[in-house]
Structure formats: structure tokens, C-alpha cells
């Protein structure tokens, strides 16, 4: 096995997925028409209708809608992705235009990512292509291609040659050719995608009542997934709780559709059994959309109340506000419950 570890690209189209059962896998993004969407298998997209895509190195993580309205024998779905990814998507969806060279290539590298975000590639070889499937197997045959490999794309000269979405054997895998993808995507995204509506959830849910004076919040980025689509930080902002693992510092950015002037911010958090409340706290600020140049406003500590509350501050001009959670109070899950800016 040859195995070959880059820095991340600053422009990976390659992403990680974990579907609502807790399943992983892996997916390719690509930009249409202002919107960012992700490739993966039907499989790896699971039974519920969100997932948690992870980017390259700085990583960045969004929820995605996944739609697979292909005929039903074929193992693709599209993930509608969040604002969060488009700055992260100059890839289109003509990159996965067949070439010559491409059909003709003996080597291609599958490309995916480690927790850390790192690009990882492996060289595998190509053979037994026919009319929708392709096959390859490792290069070396000196270690095994694990499970959760399906979503990841095999690359030749830069250029997704396929999907991988099956492996029968340690050392081999089979992908759906680049160009059978093109031709269902594109003709899904031409037709359909503008009236496109995203599926009701399983269980209905009931949006927090607005709190007095409270700014209109938008989800934007957080630097980790939660621990379960079901519980994306979209949730904090209306029903629902964000949860995420204690693995790694958490920090997450909410906007302001404008800007407007802040005096107050309270997090809310209800801990149960093997969830648990954020302690120290640190609150950022920018005056600009993309959240960049933040500044630091304020930092404490959530009481055991689970309520962290600011007070009123000095008024304040606010585009994009970060949370930083530093550590929890105990062990388990972080959970947060809800974010208002007055």
C-alpha cells in the first residue's frame, strides 16, 4: 500500500459525513448556481434527512439536507449544504467530465480525510471498468482499505474519476464512474433543483418562543460536528440542543443579517444524563458578514443554573458573534440549548 499524507488543501472539495445512525463516511462538494452541494452515496446519507459534513484544514462544519430522487437501484444522494460551505466550494460540477486520459489512466489516488482534517491519499489501481462501475485495489497489497471508506473519491490528474461505494475484499473497492453521476446530477440540478423543498422533519419541532428583544441569529460555521446531525447547532436558534464532543475546543459563529447594535448575549443549557453544561465562555465580535477579525467583547462562566448571561453591556455594532467554549463542568456531551443576542 502506498500511502501519501499532504498538508490539507486550503480548497479540499473532499469532506467527511456522518449520517444520523452514527454512520461515517465520506463525500465530494461542489459550487451550483450560488449553492453548495455535496456527492455521496445513498447509503452513507442513512435514513434521516440531515448529516454533518466536516471540510479540509481549517476545518469548517455545516448540516446538509441529503435528496437522492435517482433511480432506485443506484447508491447516490445529494446533500444540500449551509451557508457555511459556499466559501469552501470552487469546485463545479463539470469536473467530473470524463477525459481520454482519464478513462485511459492505470492509477488514481483516493482521496480522503483524517478527524484532524488532513488530506490522505491512496494509490490505488484501476481495472474491470464496464458502463457505470469501475474497479481499483491498493497499489502496495501491504494493508487494508477500512470500512468507512464509501463517499470517498478516487482522483486522477486532480479530476474525481469515481465514487467509491461498495468493498467485497480488504484491498479492492468498486466506484460509480464520474461521468454516470454527471449525467443524473446534472440533469436533477438543470430541471428540479429550483423548486426544490426540503423534506418535513420526522418529529415535528416547535421553535422557541422568541425571547424580548431578541435579534435575528443565523447559524454560520463551527469549528466541530455535533455528536448526531439531530443535534446541529441550526437547533440552538430554535428547538432543540446543540451537542457536541468535549474532543476538542469548540467554537462556533452566529450572524446577523445586518449590522446592529448588541448589549446582551445568554446561552442556555439543560444537562441530562451523559450531556453536560459549557463552563468558561468566551464571546467574540467582527463588523464584518464573514466573520473574520474577530475581537474579543466578554468572557465568564455559565452558572450551574445553566444559564451564562452577560448582563447589559455597553451597546455594541455586530456583524458576526463567536462562541468559544473552553471546558464543561463535568464529563460528557456539551449541550447548549439556545444563543440570544439583544
Not at 84 to 94: E, K
Not at 198 to 216: F, I, K, M, R, Y
Request: proline share 8%; hydrophobic share 40%; net charge negative.
Amino acid at each position: 500500500m502506498i500511502v501519501a499524507v499532504y498538508p490539507a488543501l486550503a480548497h479540499s472539495q473532499t469532506v467527511s459525513v456522518r449520517n444520523g445512525e452514527g454512520e461515517h463516511g465520506f463525500g465530494w462538494m461542489f459550487g451550483y448556481e450560488g449553492r453548495c452541494y455535496v456527492l455521496m452515496p445513498k447509503h452513507v446519507a442513512g435514513l434521516y434527512p440531515k448529516v454533518s459534513i466536516m471540510t479540509s484544514a481549517p476545518v469548517v462544519t455545516s448540516s446538509a439536507t441529503t435528496i437522492a430522487p435517482f433511480w432506485p437501484e443506484i447508491d447516490l444522494a445529494v446533500g444540500v449544504g449551509g451557508s457555511a460551505l459556499d466559501s469552501r466550494c470552487p469546485a463545479r460540477l463539470d469536473d467530473l467530465e470524463e477525459t481520454p486520459q482519464s478513462l485511459n489512466a492505470a492509477m488514481g489516488y483516493l482521496h480522503r480525510l483524517t478527524p484532524a482534517g488532513e488530506e490522505e491519499r491512496t494509490a490505488l489501481r484501476i481495472g474491470n471498468r464496464n458502463y457505470l462501475t469501475f474497479d481499483a485495489e491498493l497499489a502496495g497489497g501491504q494493508n487494508t482499505i477500512a470500512q468507512g471508506t464509501s463517499g470517498a473519491f478516487l482522483f486522477v490528474d486532480g479530476k474525481p474519476l469515481g465514487m467509491a461505494v461498495t468493498s467485497n475484499d480488504t484491498s479492492r473497492a468498486t466506484f460509480i464512474r464520474s461521468g454516470e453521476i454527471l449525467i443524473h446530477v446534472r440533469r436533477y440540478l438543470s430541471e428540479q433543483a429550483g423548486a426544490y423543498v426540503p423534506p418535513e422533519p420526522d418529529e415535528p419541532v416547535t421553535p422557541a418562543p422568541a425571547a424580548e428583544g431578541a435579534l435575528p441569529l443565523v447559524f454560520e460555521a463551527a469549528t466541530m460536528p455535533p455528536v448526531n446531525p439531530r443535534f446541529a447547532p441550526e437547533n440552538m436558534l430554535g428547538g432543540g440542543q446543540f451537542v457536541f464532543s468535549p474532543a476538542a475546543r469548540m467554537s462556533f459563529v452566529l450572524r446577523l443579517e445586518e449590522t446592529a447594535p448588541v448589549s446582551r448575549v445568554v446561552l442556555r443549557s439543560t444537562p441530562s444524563e451523559g450531556r453536560t453544561m459549557p463552563k468558561r465562555i468566551i464571546l467574540n465580535w467582527s463588523l464584518e458578514a464573514d466573520g473574520r477579525n474577530f475581537r474579543e467583547w466578554t468572557r465568564g462562566e455559565m452558572g450551574r443554573d445553566g444559564v451564562f448571561d452577560t448582563g447589559l453591556l455597553a451597546p455594541r455594532n455586530i456583524r458576526a458573534l463567536q462562541v468559544i467554549v473552553l471546558n464543561a463542568w463535568s464529563s460528557g456531551d456539551i449541550a447548549i440549548d439556545s444563543v440570544v443576542a439583544q
